[in-house]
């Protein structure tokens, strides 16, 4: 679905795409695998960058960890930005859609995919707070919304949820 996306939105291959919270890789090999050549790394662990790096699929790696500070990348540096898996439990907080939105390029994607369970299970998410930031983002026309798309898994704690946004 995530992958999906991904084509319908950025049929250019060679679009320089950040995969945020890239981990040991494996959405960014997908995106490898289905032609796109300019991926950049960014994760907050050094171990996982690692195992990424062995896959040869990224140009760049920035291995940093992401708290309510700003990202050493510079303003509009990529034409899109996916991350996969980046929001769970003790994981991105939400002040880095902010961070996403200043290191895309106006008119570029952001696409972010996580399992939906972490809309409540995730004290830094719950209570519509996570869905309360995208908003205020889309009001404050900081980026627009374009797509909201749930997976059909029986298992609700597989369900992954994924929000496609076009920064303003
Ligand atoms: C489930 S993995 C992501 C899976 C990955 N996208 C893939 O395709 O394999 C979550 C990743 O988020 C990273 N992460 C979580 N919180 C972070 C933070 N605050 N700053 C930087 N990275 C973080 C973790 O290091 C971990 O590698």
């Known amino acids: ?3 999906r996306t ?3 939105l950025i049929p250019n291959k ?3 795409i950040l995969d945020f919270a890239a981990s040991t890789g494996l959405f960014g090999k997908l995106l490898h695998d289905n032609g796109y050549t300019n991926i950049d790394a960014f994760d907050g662990s050094s171990v996982c960058m690692e195992q990424a790096r062995k896959r040869n699929v990224y140009k ?4 940093e960890f992401v708290s309510d500070a700003r990202l050493s990348i510079d303003d509009d540096s990529y034409d899109a ?3 996969y898996g980046g929001m769970a439990k003790n994981h991105l907080p939400i002040s880095v859609f902010s961070e996403w939105i200043r290191c895309v390029k106006p008119g570029g994607y952001i696409i972010n995919a996580f399992r939906m369970k972490w809309l409540k299970d995730a004290p830094t998410y719950s209570k519509g707070k996570l869905e309360a930031e995208i908003e205020r983002l889309e009001k404050e026309k900081k980026w627009k919304f374009i797509r909201r798309e749930m997976t059909n898994d029986e298992d609700p704690d597989k369900v992954v949820i ?6 303003c």
């Open 1 to 3: 679905m995530t992958l």
């Open 6 to 8: 991904v084509i319908d």
């Open 14 to 16: 060679s679009t320089r």
């Open 60 to 63: 760049n790696f920035i291995v």
């Open 81 to 83: 930005l996916i991350c």
């Open 162 to 167: 994924k929000f496609a946004h076009q920064v």
